[in-house]
């Protein structure tokens, strides 16, 4: 499996709390991405990174931000989280250079607000 | 913009028998890379196969093979000799080839199960 970890894995918290959701990989990626995932639903990618200090907005509209201080380290954070964030949230990386496309992606982070 | 259909929300399919999972899409590029992606219950995706548009040639990976159509815009997965560990959700993905590399394009997926 790719070096590519995302935490928590799990995480039910109540309306209005301040989560960040972590994702971090080993290989040296220039690209990073974060989708939303409903269970058995289709992806909507929500930021994605060039490398650090860029990151850009998806396709889908999200109350969240990201940020991109290292190269390995792409977290999330939702300042105010809403019961409409429920959702598995889907952290990966590619390499850019070597063409190809071919992203690798975490384990993801269920996410329930409550 | 460029759509991806998967037509097929679930499927299911005997242990060693093939199963084929379709997909379309829609675009204006010529140059472009298709993907199939698996995602296991509870487990990370994983990338299964890989098409570029310019290789009339349809890629293979051991069991998983793809029917490429350009033409008509089709990339179908075919899984042969299905195995219990087969079952997912399968994911076809578009990607624009070159520049600073596009994002995935994802269809809504098809649910596999492979039944014993």
């Known amino acids: 499996e790719a070096d590519i970890y995302q935490t928590p894995r799990y995480l039910v918290i109540g309306t209005g709390k301040k989560i960040t959701l972590e994702c971090s990989q080993t290989?040296?990626?220039?690209?990073m991405y974060w989708y939303q995932q409903d269970p058995g639903m289709e992806l909507h990618l929500i930021h994605y990174s060039y490398g650090v200090n860029s990151t850009e907005k998806g396709d889908l509209s999200s109350e969240s931000t990201v940020s991109r201080i290292r190269t390995e380290h792409f977290p999330l954070t939702l300042e105010s989280a809403r019961p409409s964030h429920t959702s598995q949230y889907l952290c990966a990386s590619s390499d850019t250079s070597r063409g190809g496309g071919e992203q690798y992606f975490g384990p993801g982070t269920r996410l329930t607000v409550t | 913009a460029q759509t991806v259909t998967q037509s097929q929300p679930e499927m299911s399919v005997q242990e060693a028998e093939t199963v084929t999972l379709s997909c379309t899409y829609d675009t204006s590029e010529n140059n472009y890379y298709l993907f199939w992606y698996k995602q296991p219950p509870s487990r990370q995706m994983i990338l299964v196969i890989r098409?570029?548009?310019?290789?009339?040639q349809n890629a293979t990976e051991n069991r998983f093979s793809v029917n490429f159509q350009k033409a008509a815009k089709s990339f179908s997965l075919k899984i042969s000799d299905s195995q219990l560990g087969d079952t997912a959700m399968y994911f076809c993905a578009f990607m624009k080839h070159g520049g600073s590399q596009g994002n995935l394009i994802f269809g809504k997926g098809t649910k596999l199960s492979v039944k014993p």
């Open positions: 098409q570029e548009a310019y290789k009339q």
């Open positions: 290989m040296g990626h220039d690209k």
